[in-house]
């Protein structure tokens, strides 16, 4: 038995079936940003309130496989508080893992450490990836209703 693949399995797993953060508000200091993975089918919302440099809240929503579900909201927590600029170290980071390339910040990557394993999964990679690139799009200004294809 493989000790830190086991515990990274169970983050997953207690992510998916207690997720934080999870149900979007209304307001308009809130930002929304959807994106689809037809592939999978997966279908995630993430919403985000900034103040001033601070990333203050990380909300998401929708419906897909367990990889796609528990990465929104482990990536909800991990970001939650970060400034923009830790926030979009830590989605280039979280590429990084998935692409099995060694990450800058492990230890800001915190949970999310648990999609390492992901990297060996070329067809689940767009699945741990879709509610960071919704994020990394939000923080650059883009908001609304995006279809991930090839
Ligand atoms: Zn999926």
Same mark, same amino acid.
Request: net charge negative; with cysteine; hydrophobic share 35%.
């Given at each position: ?7 990274? #399995? ?12 999870? *149900?979007?508000?209304? *307001? ?5 940003? #959807? ?6 089918? $997966? $279908? ?7 103040? +001033?440099?601070?990333?203050?809240? @990380?909300?998401?929503? /929708?419906?897909? =496989?367990?990889? =796609? =579900? ?10 939650? /508080? ?6 979009? +170290? !830590?989605?280039? $980071? &979280?590429?990084?893992?998935?692409? /099995?390339?060694?990450? #800058?910040?492990?230890?800001? !990557? $915190?949970?999310?450490?648990? &999609?390492? *394993?992901?990297?060996? &999964?070329?067809?689940? @990679? ?9 994020? /990394?799009a939000?923080?650059?200004g883009e908001e609304? @209703? ?5």
């Amino acid at each position: 038995m493989n000790s830190i693949n086991d515990l990274y #399995r169970q983050v997953i797993v207690e992510h998916y079936k207690n997720p934080r953060n999870k *149900g979007l508000k209304e *307001g308009s200091e809130y930002r929304r940003l #959807r994106l689809k993975n037809p592939s999978c089918g $997966d $279908d995630v919302t993430i919403q985000i309130k900034t103040n +001033g440099n601070v990333v203050e809240e @990380v909300l998401h929503d /929708g419906s897909g =496989c367990s990889i =796609c =579900c528990s990465s929104a909201s482990v990536m909800s927590e991990v970001i939650k /508080g970060k400034t923009i600029e830790e926030a979009e +170290g !830590l989605v280039e $980071d &979280f590429y990084s893992l998935i692409k /099995g390339e060694e990450p #800058r910040d492990e230890e800001s !990557l $915190d949970e999310a450490m648990a &999609f390492v *394993g992901v990297s060996q &999964f070329p067809a689940r @990679v767009k699945c741990a990836t879709l509610s960071w690139k919704a994020l /990394g799009a939000l923080l650059i200004g883009e908001e609304g @209703v995006k279809d991930i294809h090839e």
